[in-house]
């Protein structure tokens, strides 16, 4: 689940930022992201990070036909996310390949006598979940 937090967090930043820079286009009066790529970024899960863009800059605020789009995919969103749930698809069904469970074991490095133990799922910021 951690994947997902880390992927969320970083397309909702990327939302935002896109919607920062596309009022910066439009101040200057120079080319600006088109309304797809806004939305693409919207309809991947960057939802929040728009939203949020779009409140702060005010910018898109008024262009109802880019708001009716908008909703149109937080709706959806919401319904897959009811489906996903009611369905039990997401309740902890996110797994990765169980071999890779191998980096979570320790390893001895260094030289001689003198080497450390370190355990790598320190270094992992995500859980593994095997079936």
Partial sequence: MTILFYYFLIINLFGFVQIAYDKEQAV???RRIPERTLLGIVFLGGTLGSGIGMLFFRHKTAKKSY???FW???ILQIFLLYLGYHFDILN???QIIPFINHFKTSFR???GESGRNLNFSTFIPFE???S
């Fill in 67 to 69: 708001l009716w789009k």
């Fill in 72 to 74: 149109c995919i937080v």
């Fill in 109 to 111: 490095i260094g030289f």
């Fill in 128 to 130: 593994f979940v095997s």
């Fill in 28 to 30: 200057k009066a120079k």
């Fill in 92 to 94: 902890n069904k996110i």
